[in-house]
T-cell receptor, first 114, second 113 residues
Framework: ETGVTQTPRHLVMGMTNKKSLKCEQH?????MYWYKQSAKKPLELMFV???????ENNSVPSRFSPECPNSSHLFLHLHTLQPEDSALYLC?????????????FGPGTRLTVL | SQQGEEDPQALSIQEGENATMNCSYK?????LQWYRQNSGRGLVHLIL?????REKHSGRLRVTLDTSKKSSSLLITASRAADTASYFC?????????????FGQGTTLQVKP
C-alpha cells in the first residue's frame, strides 16, 4: 500500500467546485488505474492508462477527467459533480508482463459531494 | 457486466476457526486474484492463481480454482482478529493481457477474539 500514495485522503466539495485527486506510484509500474467504490457496490473500474496512454474509459461521465503526465503520476480532475459521485476513489498500478498483473492500490480518497 | 460473485456476503467466526469464501465468474479467465480491504482503505493483493493452476498456498491462505465450474475459493486457516476485513475476488479475462480486472462484491469477514 505504501508504494502508491493518494492525496488528499478526504475531500468535501460543492457541486460547483473544481478539484483534483492525485495518485503517485513509486513501484516503477507502467499501468495505472482509477476505481470508484460506492457503498454496497462492486469496485467499478473507471480509467486505465498504459505507458501514459488511456486504454480504457468505462463510460465515465465527462465531469471526471483523467490525466496521466507520466507513468508515475495520475490525476482525476473533478468538476460539476453530483451527490451520487460521493464515494471512495482508489488508484492502483501494475507492471505489464506475461505472468499476470497484480494491482497495487493506494489508500483512496474519500470524496463527499454536497 | 459483473464477472465475479462472492458467497457468502458476510461471515462471522471465532478466532482460530477457518474461513472459506467462494467466488463464481462467468467467462474464461487468464487468472483470478484475491484481495483484502480493511475498512475504508485500499485493497491489498493476497494471491493470484492462473487458469492452468488448481491450487495455491501462501502462508495461512489456500486458494483453489475450478475452471470447469468457473469458481474459486479462498480458505483462511486458524483465523485471527486481524483477518477481519472484506475479501474480493477479481478476474483477469481480457485478451492480450491488458491487466483489466473485474471485481466481485466481496465477502465481509468478522473474526471475533
Amino acid at each position: 500500500e505504501t508504494g502508491v500514495t493518494q492525496t488528499p485522503r478526504h475531500l468535501v466539495m460543492g457541486m460547483t467546485n473544481k478539484k483534483s485527486l492525485k495518485c503517485e506510484q513509486h513501484l516503477g509500474h507502467n499501468a495505472m488505474y482509477w476505481y470508484k467504490q460506492s457503498a454496497k457496490k462492486p469496485l467499478e473500474l473507471m480509467f486505465v492508462y498504459n505507458f501514459k496512454e488511456q486504454t480504457e474509459n468505462n463510460s465515465v461521465p465527462s465531469r471526471f477527467s483523467p490525466e496521466c503526465p507520466n507513468s508515475s503520476h495520475l490525476f482525476l480532475h473533478l468538476h460539476t459533480l453530483q451527490p451520487e459521485d460521493s464515494a471512495l476513489y482508489l488508484c492502483a498500478s501494475s507492471s505489464p508482463g506475461l505472468a499476470g498483473r497484480p494491482q497495487y492500490f493506494g489508500p483512496g480518497t474519500r470524496l463527499t459531494v454536497l | 457486466s459483473q464477472q465475479g460473485e462472492e458467497d457468502p456476503q458476510a461471515l462471522s467466526i471465532q478466532e482460530g476457526e477457518n474461513a472459506t469464501m467462494n467466488c463464481s465468474y462467468k467467462t474464461s479467465i487468464n487468472n483470478l486474484q484475491w484481495y483484502r480491504q480493511n475498512s475504508g482503505r485500499g485493497l491489498v493483493h493476497l494471491i493470484l492463481i492462473r487458469s492452468n493452476e488448481r491450487e495455491k498456498h501462501s502462508g495461512r491462505l489456500r486458494v483453489t480454482l475450478d475452471t470447469s465450474k468457473k469458481s474459486s475459493s479462498l480458505l483462511i486457516t486458524a483465523s485471527r482478529a486481524a483477518d477481519t476485513a472484506s475479501y474480493f475476488c477479481a478476474t483477469d479475462a481480457e485478451l492480450g493481457n491488458t491487466g483489466k480486472l473485474i471485481f466481485g462484491q466481496g465477502t465481509t469477514l468478522q473474526v471475533k477474539p
